[in-house]
Structures are given as C-alpha cells and as structure tokens.
C-alpha cells in the first residue's frame, strides 16, 4: 500500500470530524427522548437532564401500557405488518420474476405501463371512491390492498433476478422438465434470500410506520394501527387523559409531557431495535437498485 501524504491524512480527519459531528447531531435527539421518558419530569422540564437519565422513574411507561388503545395499536400494526408485508412479498415475486425472463413476449411494453404509475395517480378522491366502492371502507384490506405492490420494488428485484442468478440455470432445469413454478419455488427463490430479505425490511417498515391509509379509510378506533393511535394522542393532546385527574394541575402538565416521550420510544423501539443488525440488508437494497438493466 502506498504511504499517505499529508493532504490524504488532512482529508480523512476531516471526514472523521464531520461524521462525529452528524453522528451527535442524529443520536443526541434519539438519547434525550430516551432519558426523558425515564426521568423525572421536573427535572426535564427545569432543564437539569440534557443528556443521561436524572432521578430515574417508569411512571411515563406505567401510564403508557395501561392504555388500552394502545395496546390495541401496537396489535392492530403486527398484524398489518405481518399480512401486510407477506402479501407484498408474493406480488412483487409474481411480477419481477416473469418481467426477468428474456423470453417473456412484451415484456418492455408491461414495463412501460408500469413505470406510469409511479408518475401518475388517480388522487386521493378517486382511489377512495375505489375503495369505497369495492366494500373495503373500514376493513384491514383497506389499508393492505391499495399498496400491495410496489413498481420501484419491482425493479429492485427484477434486476437481482437478471444480474445474480445465471440463465444456465434456469435453462438447465427447464431441460430437466422443471415447470416454470418449479423453477420459482424450487430453485429462483431458494438463491434469492437475500433480495427477500432487502423486501421483507422495506415493505415491513413501510408497514410499521403507515398512518395516512388508516386516518383516511378507517372509522372503527379498534382497527386503528398504532401510528394513528399515537397521533390521536400526541396531536389531540389526550395526555391529560392519561395523566389522571388525582394529581395537581402542575403535576399534571409534567407527566404529560414524559408520557409523551414514552409513546415515542414505545412507538419506534421495535425498529430502532432491529435496523442495526440488518442494516447490511438496507444497503445491499440501495446498491441493487442502482444498477438496473
């Protein structure tokens, strides 16, 4: 390796000091949320906790986890996510893998077709009259069906189906006498885990974090996923709801305040949990869908 000259050391220390500095400015909001919600909330509003807990308290959880809409919330978006994010996965699979296969007749022409529908839409009225129309107001496929498929998805995986599994494959198999689905099932996906895997991460936080499909279709409060049930709660500040009326009206106003920041680590825990550990995936989706042929 070539020795470093002084401008390529320069260099990498201030790329070094300009990564600290988006780092504290990305974790510094992620680590006073968390320490406020286990703080007292005298301490956080006078400002003697900035940084590490102070006076360590789970009242905030307490009051969070007797709710129970929101217990309702976070059960209501597991489910979606779960049936969600499968029904996505089988149509995405159903439409890249054909669009992959060179010997597909108009292939381009149902690419085209599909490209204009990322920039054209029918608009919010006509896609809920749609749903209206079809029955799905204020059922779990209002939020499922419209959004069951992503076209940028679709290129993600059609290109790994072109670039990482050689055609010799697929063309041996088809002499062995494997049906196309065979061929899908068998041997297509078994190679593809980890464009599933990449799939799998975006449709599922996708999923996790959705409230507008819910605030626009949904009536019922017991089929509220949980991101809506949250905004009910932080936009209609329903706090003092929560925060009962037992204690003084002071009181009152600081254990609002720290419920807030409960339901904000109760909400987003889960992800903040498991992108680290599948962080590799998210990049490996970025660099497929850089190159698409």
């Known amino acids: ?136 107001l204020n059922t779990v496929w209002a939020l499922i069906i419209p959004g069951a498929v992503s076209f940028w998805n679709i290129i993600i995986m059609r290109t790994f189906f072109q670039q990482s599994i050689p055609n010799e494959i697929q063309e041996a198999a088809a002499i062995d006498g494997t049906t196309d689905f065979q061929l899908l099932l068998k041997i297509i996906l078994p190679l593809s885990m980890p464009i599933l895997a990449v799939m799998t991460l975006f449709y599922s936080v996708g999923h996790w974090n959705s409230y507008f499909n819910a605030l626009i279709y949904l009536t019922d409060q017991n089929k509220f996923p949980l991101q809506l049930v949250l905004r009910s709660i932080l936009v209609q500040n329903t706090m003092s709801e929560m925060a009962g009326s037992s204690t003084s009206m002071t009181d009152q106003v600081l254990l609002t305040q720290t419920i807030k920041y409960s339901v904000i680590v109760v909400a987003n825990l889960p992800v903040l949990m498991l992108y680290p550990f599948l962080q590799k995936y998210f990049t490996k989706g970025v660099m497929i869908g850089a190159i698409k042929g």
């Open 1 to 136: 390796m070539s020795q470093q000259t002084r401008g390529d050391r320069a260099f990498d220390w201030i790329n070094y000091a300009l990564l600290a500095i988006v780092l504290l400015i990305v974790l510094y909001p992620l680590v006073f949320v968390l320490s406020a919600s286990i703080s007292n909330p005298q301490a956080v509003n006078s400002g003697q906790m900035w940084l590490l807990p102070k006076d360590i308290t789970f009242l905030g959880y307490e009051k969070v986890f007797q709710n129970n809409e929101i217990l309702t919330g976070y059960l209501n978006t597991i489910m979606y996510t779960i049936l969600g994010t499968s029904i996505n996965l089988v149509m995405t699979i159903l439409a890249a893998y054909p669009l992959s296969r060179r010997d597909l007749v108009g292939r381009n022409v149902v690419m085209a077709l599909f490209v204009v529908t990322m920039f054209f839409s029918g608009g919010l009225i006509p896609s809920y009259l749609l749903v209206k129309n079809l029955g799905m």
